[in-house]
């Protein structure tokens, strides 16, 4: 049974940073794609970024440079950092793995990033 579990949310000021873990159990984190969205109050949800089988990652346009995904680790857990929050950066952070073609959510954390 794949599981995800999100930690690190939280509140920070513009400028500062904030890193996001995602645990996983039922898969080794290395061997699928997976990667974090988010969705912001009565927005869609949008992808921030991927991170693929052998470690390449891929990122939204608005999240370059500021945020970075890592994963494949002994822990079995992918991270997002995140550095130079705005307050549009604010939402809940969602990760996800596609397995066998189907994909699995975290519960979710929030981020707040206040001006």
């Known amino acids: 049974q794949v599981q995800l579990g999100e930690s690190g949310g939280g509140l920070v000021q513009a400028g500062g940073s904030l890193r996001l873990s995602c645990a996983a159990s039922?898969?080794?984190?290395?061997?699928?794609?997976m990667g974090w969205y988010r969705q912001a109050p009565g927005k869609q949800r949008e992808l921030v970024g991927v991170i693929f089988k052998g470690g390449s990652t891929s990122y939204a346009d608005f999240v370059k440079g500021r945020f970075t995904i890592s994963g494949g680790n002994a822990e079995n857990t992918v991270f997002l950092q995140m550095n130079s929050l705005k307050p549009e950066d604010t939402a809940v952070y969602y990760c996800?793995?596609?397995?066998?073609?189907?994909?699995?959510w975290g519960q979710g954390t929030q981020v707040t990033v206040s001006s």
């Open positions: 996800y793995a596609v397995v066998l073609g189907r994909t699995y």
């Open positions: 039922g898969i080794i984190v290395s061997k699928n794609a």
